[in-house]
């Protein structure tokens, strides 16, 4: 008996799984099967030499690049390299499973069955469960019911109860402090999101500034032995305040990674464009006086703004 039909076993009427069925029968379609077995031969000794060589270990790295691939697509809405990326992330998927299968760990089977397995056990509101089935009305709901289960799952194992628990260390810092910020207001520790508690959140911001400002002063009149703590000061004090930015975002529903990743592509659109046009003048930036800059920036602003009620950018704003 395999994951799912144990599943089926424990209640869960198997009437509800004609789309589960299907997602979860894709490893016997031909296609899928036929991915599965290029990965294996890559893999064999008479496969290819890179590809023989790679280990978890190694392929790290291409994992990252590969969703960061994903994400930029995704910016771009451009649907057609979307699918073409989305099958890089899903070699990574099959490259992970084939080295484990090889050392008899896991198989890509077994990802897909306990996949299927954990999404039927997460969403008590779609499937019967025991002759029972769970109701909500809200995706806020639903979420609440997510956690309440993991931390059901995590009991079960014995790993720790924190709410903070399951947030990986390596995200990038800024996804990261916007999950652990959205864990704890999941458990009321939050201002209240109205608008008393967005001054609140701007009021903290505010507050951590001027820590940071304090910092910098005292750093400005440390004595040589005391150099290095304050800069340790003024780091922690600045980390601070990126903290309290994204406990801004949260509250704005906007993700912070996002936010700052189009708003330094957004630079780099323009700073390209003040480059060309300093070219097409015989120029080079490094040669130009700052206010000569400040003017070809509001040009290129012109030029590339979005959205069009966007105030007209003025000489020496050289914002993103």
Known sequence: MNKIEETVSLGIEWRQFGAVQRSIGIFMSVRFDKVVEVMATLRAEQGCPWDRKQTHESLKPYLLEETYEVLETIDQRD??????????????????????????????????????TKLIRRHPHVFTLNGEQERVSSSEQVLTQWEEIKRAE????????????????????????????????????????????????????????????????????????????????????????????????????????????????????????????????????????LAEMDELWAEAKRRLQSPPATPTPQAGDRTP
């Open 79 to 116: 649907p057609r390299k979307l699918q073409e990326e989305l099958g890089d992330v899903l070699l990574q998927v099959l490259f992970h499973s084939q080295i484990a299968a090889e050392s008899k760990t896991f198989s890509i089977e077994d990802v897909l069955e306990t996949l299927a």
């Open 154 to 289: 995590r009991a079960a194992d014995g790993k720790p109860q924190s709410a903070l628990e399951g947030v990986p260390k390596i995200l990038p810092a800024l996804l990261r402090a916007y999950q652990i910020q959205a864990r704890a207001a999941r458990v009321g520790f939050d201002w209240p999101h109205n608008d008393e508690g967005l001054d609140q959140v701007f009021g903290k911001i505010q507050e951590e500034i001027g820590e940071l400002r304090v910092a910098l002063a005292q750093a400005t009149a440390a004595s040589q032995t005391e150099h290095q703590s304050a800069r340790e000061n003024i780091e922690a004090e600045f980390g601070d305040v990126l903290f309290s930015l994204v406990n801004l975002a949260r509250f704005l529903r906007t993700n912070p990674e996002d936010a700052l990743r189009r708003a330094t592509n957004r630079f780099s659109d323009r700073f390209h464009l003040v480059e060309a046009q300093a070219a097409k003048a015989g120029r080079k930036i490094s040669d130009m006086t």
